[in-house]
């Protein structure tokens, strides 16, 4: 079975949550969301609701948070840590995300920024999964600066 099609996990006590990786311009697409203590840019995306398929996940989530429409994915990796905002254990399942439409943060999403793997100098906050896995394998692949 392709990741795409897996489904929410029901034997896992961890928070399961579907990302996407938006390159533009050789920069990585990060985002805020609204009323969150934390300063910490995290991937788009969301949780997985019960039946749903990564897959479907992904667009739901880019289609409420950003406005955009997912034309195609690549899966990149599944990864596990504690939530930045929840501070609980995480599994994220990150596509690489080809959209479509010009982003507009939406519901919880307060804005997004374009970064690239020196996002530390420039004073940038990340979850620990985007800064530690998913950055640095978008460098390796010289997908961005």
């Given at each position: 079975m392709r990741p795409q099609d897996q489904t929410f996990d029901r034997n896992t006590n961890a928070m399961q949550k579907v990302g996407a990786v938006i390159i533009h311009d050789r920069k990585i697409m990060v985002v805020r969301k609204k009323?969150?203590?934390?300063?910490?840019?995290?991937?788009?995306?969301?949780?997985?609701e019960l039946g749903e398929s990564q897959l479907e996940c992904l667009t739901r989530e880019l289609a409420e948070e950003l406005n955009v429409r997912l034309l195609r994915e690549e899966y990149i990796?599944?990864?596990?840590?504690?939530?930045?905002?929840?501070?609980?254990?995480?599994?994220?399942?990150?596509?690489?995300?080809?959209?479509?439409?010009?982003?507009?943060?939406?519901?919880?999403?307060?804005?997004?920024?374009?970064?690239?793997?020196?996002?530390?100098?420039?004073?940038?906050?990340?979850?620990?999964?985007?800064?530690?896995?998913?950055?640095?394998?978008?460098?390796?692949?010289?997908?961005?600066?």
């Open positions: 009323n969150e203590e934390q300063l910490e840019c995290i991937m788009p995306g969301g949780r997985m990796g599944t990864y596990k840590d504690i939530a930045v905002f929840e501070g609980v254990p995480l599994v994220i399942h990150a596509y690489l995300a080809i959209i479509e439409g010009d982003p507009m943060p939406a519901n919880e999403i307060k804005e997004f920024l374009w970064i690239d793997s020196a996002f530390e100098q420039d004073g940038i906050r990340v979850g620990s999964i985007m800064a530690r896995k998913v950055i640095p394998e978008m460098k390796r692949r010289d997908i961005i600066d």
